[in-house]
């Protein structure tokens, strides 16, 4: 019988793009989903970062990609059709990083309706100017969809290659509201130079 500490042990080991295949039915998540949601918010917590008083960054790696898609799928009245599934599962793959590409979600959380109204209508993740500097490389955050690469309320990003970093701690550093930085926790460290993926990186999924 399938228990959710042999779910999570899966979650845990496995890597690469998910498929139909990995998906649990919706009797079965359903009898499992107290436990996930309990190790799965535990997960977000040491993957998630607060840049400045206006943004939270959750680095995501295919255990949270995989609870969104079954959470989403909680929602769906009917079963989805084997093209609206794979939609699905296209669109959250290309949140899983990528070796020497980390991604995840940049949520705009701020209180201040001002700097709201401009984020959403004028600022964009390049002036947003999140870097990242991980085990002496250095990083740039590059929106993955929007045609004018805008900041949304929750925006996808991946981190682009820009180099090595040669000085200086693993951190990350912004600029808006006002230029900041923040130290990556060890934790987080770590599970960022984790593998996602197999060491062939598939193509399809890119």
């Not at 400045?52 to 960054?57: A, C, E, K, N, V």
């Not at 209180?111 to 993740?125: A, E, H, N, V, W």
């Not at 390049?126 to 250095?138: C, D, K, P, T, V």
């Amino acid at each position: 019988m399938i228990t959710a500490r042999y779910l999570i042990d899966r979650l845990e080991q496995d890597k690469g793009p998910i498929t139909a295949g990995h998906l649990l039915s919706s009797g079965s998540y359903e009898r499992h989903r107290k436990k996930l949601l309990d190790w799965a918010q535990g997960l977000r917590s040491e993957r998630r970062i607060s840049l400045g008083p206006d943004f939270t960054l959750l680095f995501e790696n295919r255990a949270t990609v995989w609870m969104q898609i079954q959470e989403e799928l909680r929602w769906v009245q009917t079963p989805p059709s084997p093209s609206c599934l794979g939609e699905l599962l296209s669109e959250y793959n290309r949140l899983i990083s990528f070796p020497g590409e980390p991604r995840g979600c940049l949520f705009m959380d701020s209180s201040d309706g001002f700097r709201t109204k401009q984020y959403l209508t004028k600022s964009s993740i390049a002036e947003l100017g999140i870097q990242l500097h991980l085990n002496g490389r250095s990083y740039r955050a590059v929106a993955m969809k929007g045609g004018k690469h805008l900041i949304e309320p929750v925006t996808y990003i991946r981190f682009a290659y820009q180099g090595p970093h040669l000085r200086g701690q693993n951190q990350l550093e912004w600029c808006l509201p006002v230029p900041e930085r923040k130290g990556l926790p060890s934790g987080l460290t770590q599970s960022l130079l984790k593998p996602t993926w197999p060491k062939q990186s598939p193509q399809a999924a890119a």
